[in-house]
């Protein structure tokens, strides 16, 4: 009994070994058990269910300990960890309770089991995986068999007694009072990035980026600057996906303040609509387009003394240039000559950052920078100038009709030592998936002694092009035989060819499931080689007829619809790649997909 008090002490209105009751709140036994419904996506050992001992009571959430972990412990860990979850306890209560709820509204409360607290269960989950909210736990048994019933957090037990504790429990209950919030109150479902942005928010709100060092926040810097280039919008559940999410919400709320997030929740619209309705809301003339533009450029600059506003720059003192600023992905050294160029076509995901740098070799003349973008793309760029004594300017370009934008730099090399090419599609505004179109773009720069540009590029007045588009710019065919693995120079990532589609191979374990394949089989190729194949993420297993759609976190979604309703979704039959039942069961199974 000593050691059973030990972790039952102090909590507001508890009676050690009996009962309490906390205003409209249920009673409880201290040391009862109790059995739960778990995600096998999530769970370690992939079961279904796991009993739990409530060790903490507090004014707004029961802590539950898993009894395989709980058991597990020695004596020792068993007394770090208690300690740790009293002090989670008292944390939730004090601060990311009140603090939370403040900005982003209530969870559903007293909900579903018409309790006025929330259970937090830590138990054994994933590697990788801090903690998850399943909103099948919002729902009668009778909708959802699964069902705990209660509004429920999951806590990872590898990061109990850690500091980190207090970071995924802050971030998943943004996820529960966005259920409430978004879905129960305005049946509205929020895109995965923004519901994912604003929870990574949650530690800033609570104050936990400060000491930086082993901060959420310095993690997810180095997330955004091993990845820079990752889509904000588009989410496969990867650490650079997290950054980027971060790491705007940083620039967004340190520039419009905490009512932006207020707003945004409030309101029925979700995702981009619901930040330009919050910024509108609140008198500010730029949309989501405007705060993102200036973000990307603020990723490389991060200096607040360049443009009007401080817009180039993070407002935190946590985030200055030494600790963030992204480098170009390309540098160009080009020869100051007459008639010198050079050409370089890729491919960008909306929502997501390319930097080019351009360098002079030699002086005396300027530098014409040209644009072309494919296809019916919302294009958007800008030039950041670097003169030689330090100075830095910002010039946005301006796309035609025929998305084409072009400028001349003067005196490129004599007082201009540096010139980087912004450049992101805006063009996708809603209804992001795992796997969105890459758009293809050129950029040329040609030195010249030219200060004006030649007729042929200066914008048309009409809104029509005065000729027709480029066709799209797309890389040579590689012709690669279905079947090869390849992957890009530098890169990690191993793909799989199918026609003209890639799919990622997400572990060691599926090329294992493989006899014939290998790592000796690996092609390693030219990022255009690779950037010519469109990404597939869709497999069914021979002899079932059943596709999935495969995450980027391992977990596979049976599509459950008509071929009527899969062709009408978008999809494309030659996406769907045949596994064998091998690697069908290596991914953990997910929700359905139903439409």
Partial sequence: MAKKNKFSWLVAGMVFGGFLCAGNALAFDMGENKTFFVDTAYDLLGRTQVSATLLQVGDHALFYAANDWWSESGPVEKEDAGAAILNLAVEFDKTIYPRLTKVYGSEWSPGIDNDLRVVVLITKIRKGAGGYFNSFDEYPRAQIANSNEREILYLNSSYAASSSAKDFLAHEFQHMINFYQKEKLRNSVEDVWLNEARSEYASSLCGYDSPYSGSNLERRVKDFLRYPTDSLTEWQNEFSDYGAANLFM????????????????????????????????????????????????????????????????????????????????????????????????????????????????????????????????????????????????????????????????????????????????????????????????SYTVKTTADNQLPPFLISPLSPEPSVAPLPELRPANPNFPDGSLIRAKGEEKVFIIKGNYRRWLQTPQILSAYPHLGWQNVIEVAPEQLNFYQDAWLVRADGDARVYEINGDGTKHWLNMSAQQFADSGRSWNMVYIVNARERDLYKTGAEVLR
């Avoid at 309101?267 to 973000?295: C, H, K, M, P, Y």
């Avoid at 010198?340 to 070799?361: C, H, N, V």
Wanted: charged residues 20%.
């Fill in 250 to 441: 940083q620039y967004l709320v340190n520039r419009y303040g905490e009512q932006i997030l207020t707003r945004m929740m409030k309101t029925e619209a979700v995702g981009i609509a619901s930040i330009d309705q919050a910024l509108a809301d609140g008198g500010f003339s730029e949309r989501f387009g405007d705060v993102f533009a200036n973000w990307i450029i603020a990723d490389y600059i991060d200096d607040c003394q360049i443009g009007e506003g401080q817009k180039y720059c993070y407002l935190s003192p946590l985030l200055p240039y030494e600790r963030l600023h992204v480098s170009p992905q390309m540098s160009n050294l080009l020869s100051v000559r007459e008639g010198m160029e050079f050409t370089f076509s890729d491919a960008i995901k909306d929502w997501a950052g390319r930097w080019y740098e351009i360098l002079p070799q030699g002086s005396g003349l300027n530098l014409m920078v040209k644009i072309q973008g494919a296809g019916a793309a919302n294009w958007q760029a800008a030039l950041v100038i670097i003169e030689n004594n330090g100075a830095k300017s910002v010039r946005p370009l301006s796309f035609d009709s025929a998305r084409l934008a072009a400028t001349i730099v003067e005196r490129f090399g004599n007082q201009v030592v540096r010139v980087i090419l912004i450049l992101s599609s805006q063009t996708k505004n809603s209804n992001f998936s795992a796997s969105d179109p890459a758009r293809q773009f």
